[in-house]
């Protein structure tokens, strides 16, 4: 029997500025709407203004999938609130599945919105791609990190080279770019063949036009590119992007 592939929480995200003494919320239906185009409402200028200084906040949620086989691999538990407030228990649940029944944990990469609920299946096992713990480290800090790892199984880095099986039909492949260790899974699923893409291709639009936001350096477009490219070749059926619904070819 294959794989089956299922978005257990879908993604959206809120935009969020200062002003007068208050933080602001904003929000736009549209994937692509939350992210370039709203900067552009608010006059955001790339070649002038820096991300962190832009005045420009994200509050995402991303894609979070359930992939059930062999075994059960969660993938992409996603950001604090989503699991601090039940949301994660909640998707399991509503899906016929739950912590207890998790194998193995996969991050797409070390950013918050995608791994901050890692600790929520302590003692699985837990894939990221190689050297991403140490962007996790660099963005948690190393006593966070280190609090984190231990509370966890053992860790499986994926190689940069290659194409690497978690389980019959379930296989991790290194797509860096939007971070230095990326991954995607490529699934041969009840459903066809599925790539769940994590931020390698944050939106369908990327995924069709090649087309990546403006705050990506010029190292890290290539690096998008080629990895765009290096998942195109497997010619996926369905897309999970990070950041916007899944898609058919």
């Not at 991790?172 to 260790?181: D, E, I, K, L, Y």
């Not at 590119?225 to 992007?241: M, N």
Request: one cysteine or more.
């Amino acid at each position: 029997m294959k794989p089956s592939v299922d978005v257990i929480i879908k993604p959206v995200c809120l935009r969020f500025r200062y002003h007068e003494d208050e933080i602001v919320y904003m929000f736009a239906g549209h994937a692509d709407a939350q992210l370039d185009a709203m900067e552009r409402m608010l006059g955001v200028d790339p070649n002038r203004d820096q991300l962190f200084d832009a005045n420009v906040g994200f509050l995402p949620v991303a894609s979070t999938v359930l992939i059930r086989g062999k075994k059960t691999i969660l993938v992409d538990p996603g950001n604090h609130h989503v699991g601090f407030y039940g949301m994660l228990g909640n998707a399991l649940k509503a899906h016929g599945s739950s912590f207890d029944e998790v194998d193995m944990v996969v991050t797409t990469h070390a950013h918050a919105d995608h791994a901050a609920n890692v600790t929520m299946l302590r003692g699985r096992p837990w894939v990221m791609g190689e050297g991403e713990y140490a962007v996790h480290e660099i963005l948690e800090g190393e006593g966070v990190a280190r609090e984190r790892r231990a509370l966890m199984g053992q860790v499986h880095e994926i190689p940069s080279e290659g194409t690497h099986e978690l389980m019959p039909g379930v296989s991790a492949v290194f797509t860096p770019g939007h971070s230095p260790g990326h991954i995607s899974l490529l699934v041969d699923s009840d459903r066809g063949r599925v790539l769940i893409a994590g931020d390698q291709t944050m939106t369908e639009n990327e995924f069709r036009t090649g087309r990546f936001s403006h705050w990506y350096s010029d190292e890290q477009r290539a690096q998008l590119e080629a990895s765009l490219e290096r998942v195109k070749a497997w010619k996926p059926d369905i897309v999970i992007p990070g950041h916007d619904r899944e898609f058919e070819i």
